[in-house]
């Protein structure tokens, strides 16, 4: 990227420059190629404030504030939707403040930040599952605004570059993932301070700050990106539904894992204690793989890679279908297997609808902001339609469940993904080769 000198543009290119400039470090980062260690720590952050949501937070409030099970299981839920159905508004509010979008970033940032503090550092000036609700609130929006600000800039990015959408995900995701392993460990490294949660959110609060500085220069490089074509060139296009169509089936299949990995693990596994390293290891795995993808999809076409990767987990799945009391190593192999098919899923997937929207909306924050509504509608799906059917088999976590329970359990956890796995491989070896990258 060449920075222009003396040049006039939009006011917040100018805040950008200046915010920027306040540092040193700036000007090592530049280059079109370290640029994309922006996108990088920029992920980081953004993949840090996802996961307290699902680990960190609600343990800490049934912990620390009394908060029950039922409580947060009815606050998550509501916000879940909420945040389902705020991110096609986010995406045209991201699109109408394009001029000023390096302010919003910073702003949005900002709320981030201090929701944080007020999940874990603040004490509750409201009944604890108020506050729980009203941190979570703020840090959804905060977190969904980034995520497709972030996403949308990268497909500019990539036009100004060199085209190349996988490269530009490839250094996105494998931050992302990185920062989930960072996060997912923090509070453990931290219990010697005797407030790890503190420390957590003053730790994350700098990573922030130091991420939005590093980024402020790629938001003054929008001015002069094509306006959007709203939501109605996005679903009109046939590839971009059918791209979207595929992501929505092949997030279920994370989403169902997601939810149920910590019961797997202890009552169909027998391994109560032993999460924290398999899921550790699944992150590992994933961002190991991501660099690996990219090359492949360098050679052979993103399509043909990912479907690959595809295949892949459904192999994983499979795998897991006969495991049971005891098969703690086989589960790891697992763990591995599914983590590096992952990689593709966050790292190619995006990048194929990146590179139509490039084609179709060049602005692209319409088209995240859809991207985004359909990967996190499967997480909601998930958590109504899962825990009833367990319920309904007759399990019961933490207690000597029958065979019954125990064969729902599997087949929810694994025989379920492996058929939507093997439903969006079709979808995708019946799209047409014009998607690739």
């Known amino acids: 990227m ?176 990185i920062g989930v392993c960072i996060a997912a460990v923090l509070p453990t490294v931290l219990t010697g ?7 957590y959110a003053l730790a994350f609060a700098a990573a922030t700050a130091l991420a939005l500085l590093l980024m402020a220069p790629e938001w003054s490089s929008r001015g002069t990106a094509p306006r959007s074509t709203g939501l109605r060139a996005v679903l009109s296009d046939a590839i971009a539904r059918r791209l979207l169509l595929i992501a929505l089936v092949n997030a279920a299949p994370v989403a169902v894992t997601s939810t149920l990995f910590l019961f797997f693990v202890a009552d169909r596994l027998g391994a109560a204690g032993q999460e924290g390293w398999l899921l550790l290891l699944f992150f590992l795995s994933a961002a190991a793989a991501v660099p690996a993808w990219g090359k492949a999809a360098a050679r052979f076409g993103a399509r043909h890679t990912l479907m690959a990767a595809m295949t892949l987990a459904i192999v994983a799945f499979a795998f897991a279908l006969p495991l049971g009391t005891g098969d703690l190593w086989a589960f790891a192999a697992v763990c591995i297997a599914s983590g590096a098919a992952v990689g593709a899923d966050l790292s190619l997937l995006p990048a194929l609808f990146a590179r139509r929207m490039a084609v179709i909306a060049p602005s692209a924050a319409d088209g995240f902001g859809l991207w985004s509504f359909v990967n996190k509608a499967t997480l909601a799906l998930a958590a109504i339609v899962l825990f009833p059917i367990l319920k309904a088999s007759g399990f ?36 047409g080769k014009g998607i690739d990258v």
């Open 2 to 177: 060449v920075e222009r000198r003396n040049v006039p543009g939009p006011p917040d290119a100018a805040f950008a420059r200046g915010f920027a400039a306040c540092i040193p470090i700036r000007n090592a980062f530049m280059t079109p190629g370290r640029g994309l260690v922006r996108y990088a720590g920029f992920a980081a952050v953004l993949s840090a404030a996802g996961l307290p949501i699902y680990i960190h937070a609600p343990k800490f409030y049934v912990d620390t504030q009394g908060v029950t099970l039922a409580q947060l299981s009815i606050a998550l839920f509501a916000l879940r939707l909420f945040d389902v159905v705020q991110d096609p508004l986010l995406g045209r509010l991201s699109e109408r403040t394009r001029e000023f979008r390096g302010s919003m970033v910073a702003g949005a940032g900002a709320i981030m930040a201090t929701a944080m503090a007020m999940l874990f550092a603040i004490p509750p000036m409201l009944p604890p599952i108020w506050w729980f609700a009203l941190s979570l609130a703020l840090l959804f929006s905060a977190f969904s605004f980034l995520t497709i600000c972030f996403y949308a800039q990268g497909v500019a990015r990539a036009a100004q570059t060199d085209g190349n959408h996988v490269r530009l995900a490839a250094w996105r995701e494998t931050g992302a993932l």
């Open 193 to 199: 301070t005797g407030a790890p949660f503190l420390w």
């Open 396 to 431: 019961v976590s933490g207690e000597l469940n029958g065979d019954l329970a125990l064969w729902s359990l599997t087949l929810l956890y694994a025989g379920i993904p492996l058929g939507l796995k093997a439903l969006a491989l079709t979808l995708l070896a019946r799209t």
